[in-house]
């Protein structure tokens, strides 16, 4: 589960307990305040305070980010 925590950022947890889910987390980014998360085929799109995010998730142990488009306002 991709969960947008503001500024906790991005938090990906394991759903398969949904009574205990917090204490399953896999991996966060606190580095993106999200707004907005779009998996779709091992990817993820991220809408961020400061751009656009695309990251791989194909292996949840090693999530890594391939491409940011920075907005500056």
Known sequence: MFVCDGIKGL?????????NI???EI???????????IPF??????IGED????????DLNSIKEISRIPVVR
């Open 11 to 19: 938090i990906v947890y394991d759903a398969s307990d949904i009574s």
């Open 22 to 24: 917090e204490a399953h």
């Open 27 to 37: 991996a966060s980014f606190g580095n993106i305040k999200a707004y907005d998360v």
């Open 41 to 46: 085929n091992d990817h993820l799109f991220i």
């Open 51 to 58: 751009g656009f995010y695309q990251y791989d998730y194909s």
